[in-house]
Every structure is written in C-alpha cells, then in structure tokens.
C-alpha cells in the first residue's frame, strides 16, 4: 500500500526554522510529481510548494524566499525546510504525491483533491 508520512512539525517561536519531512513508501514507479498542502485553524487548505520528478520546484508566491523544498529520491523523501517562520505559518502541512503526471500538471495542480496521495499531516505552531 502506499503511504505518506510527515514528520517534523512542532512548536517554534517567530523568526526561527524548522524542517519538515515526508516518507513515501509503495509506489511502484515512484511519483512524478510531491508537493506540500497546510491548513491553518479557521482557513482552507492551501498549496505550498511542489517539485517534479526532475527536481523542478514551484512555490506559492508570498512563501517563495522563506521555504525550499527538496527531496531525496534513494530515501523517497520529500522535505519542506521553512525559515523566518511567522505565527501565520501555524497550520497542519501535508505531503501528496501524483504517480500520473505529464507537461504542466504538477506545476499548474494547487488542489490537494487532485492529487493521487496524501498523508495525515504533521502541526506547526508559531509563538509569537
């Protein structure tokens, strides 16, 4: 069976980091396409970032500079490092994954319903 685990979440004041991890597991032919998904208390989920199978990655606009996304694809991996947190940030973060994917599908897919994977998320907190 597939599954996807994050990992990392926590409680950090503003300004500090942390870095997220997600353990993937039963894919036959791995994933073309990872990305991160939160949802903060009171608020719908939104994406985060998304990398491709070649190691392109997207990022949402007002997070792009403070979070990276990489993976490690002999560990099947995916990690979200998140720097000059905010109490903003404080949501659960999701991994997703897609097994089917080609052209611009990972880099246009903002809806976590779209992907084929998702695992049960990990809490971020941010202290003011």
């Known amino acids: 069976d597939v599954t996807l685990v994050e990992s990392g979440g926590g409680l950090v004041q503003s300004g500090g980091s942390l870095r997220l991890s997600c353990a993937a597991s039963?894919?036959?032919?791995?994933?073309?396409?990872m990305a991160w998904y939160r949802q903060a208390p009171g608020k719908e989920l939104e994406w985060v970032s998304s990398i491709e199978r070649d190691g392109r990655s997207y990022y949402a606009d007002d997070l792009r500079g403070r979070f990276t996304v990489n993976k490690d694809n002999a560990q099947n991996t995916l990690y979200l490092q998140m720097n000059s947190l905010k109490p903003e940030d404080t949501a659960v973060y999701y991994c997703a994954a897609g097994e089917y994917c080609s052209g611009t599908w990972c880099q246009n897919q903002r809806d976590i319903a779209g992907m084929d994977y998702r695992g049960k998320g990990t809490l971020v907190t941010i202290s003011s």
């Open positions: 039963g894919f036959r032919y791995g994933t073309c396409c």
